[in-house]
T-cell receptor, first 115, second 114 residues
Framework: NAGVMQNPRHLVRRRGQEARLRCSPMKGHSHVYWYRQLPEEGLKFMVYLQKENIIDESGMPKERFSAEFPKEGPSILRIQQVVRGDSAAYFC?????????????FGPGTRLTVL | AQSVSQHNHHVILSEAASLELGCNYSYGGTVNLFWYVQYPGQHLQLLLKYFSGDPLVKGIKGFEAEFIKSKFSFNLRKPSVQWSDTAEYFCAVNAGTGGFKTIFGAGTRLFVKA
């Protein structure tokens, strides 16, 4: 199955630690999107990346959060100095092109728990 | 700003009942509309999507949705649900002509009693 892969599936961190979430897009896809889902809420857009470029980060918190999609390797969502409010499910999606009509395929998500 | 509203957070139906899940969006321009489903323990999967053309869209597993532009609605329907349709359903929208940001509704949890 060459779907979108995310790891780890579950991540537990203590307040103040760093969390690194990885996303490998589907084969042939060069566009990656990150979403956050808080309990009882829908998915909230965070950032859209192409290889080596951030296209739209309007949904990213201004501090502590960063994302990258290097030429080689997975996309990384990094959260520094985590706080309890960062506990959520983080989903990655990928698409072949960046057209608004292009279907996004989702990964299984990473559930982050901050103690 | 765009927003998506799903009317019901929880729906409980018996097998063979008909289903309609409401979805309204706020955006005045061209939109692309989606319904996604998340079965317990699984990924989000695309059920159906509307970009243009026939406003009645048919998706997988017998689902369909109708785009009514005048009502800013994109309701999901299925004539006869099955126990296996138990899942969470998300309506989503992105703006046409270059909108990369997809806005999701809060989701509707459907439980189908066998």
């Amino acid at each position: 199955n060459a779907g979108v892969m995310q790891n780890p599936r579950h991540l537990v961190r203590r307040r103040g630690q760093e969390a690194r979430l990885r996303c490998s897009p589907m084969k042939g896809h060069s566009h990656v999107y990150w979403y956050r889902q808080l309990p009882e809420e829908g998915l909230k857009f965070m950032v859209y990346l192409q290889k080596e470029n951030i296209i739209d980060e309007s949904g990213m918190p201004k501090e502590r959060f960063s994302a990258e999609f290097p030429k080689e390797g997975p996309s990384i969502l990094r959260i520094q100095q985590v706080v309890r409010g960062d506990s959520a499910a983080y989903f990655c999606a990928s698409s072949r092109a960046g057209a608004d009509t292009d279907t996004q395929y989702f990964g299984p998500g990473t559930r982050l728990t901050v103690l | 700003a765009q927003s998506v509203s799903q009317h019901n957070h929880h729906v409980i139906l018996s097998e063979a009942a008909s289903l309609e899940l409401g979805c309204n969006y706020s955006y005045g321009g061209t939109v692309n509309l989606f319904w996604y489903v998340q079965y317990p323990g699984q990924h989000l999967q695309l059920l159906l999507k509307y970009f243009s053309g026939d406003p009645l869209v048919k998706g997988i597993k017998g689902f369909e949705a109708e785009f009514i532009k005048s009502k800013f609605s994109f309701n999901l329907r299925k004539p006869s649900v099955q126990w296996s349709d138990t899942a969470e359903y998300f309506c989503a929208v992105n703006a046409g002509t270059g909108g990369f940001k997809t806005i999701f509704g809060a989701g509707t949890r459907l439980f189908v009693k066998a």
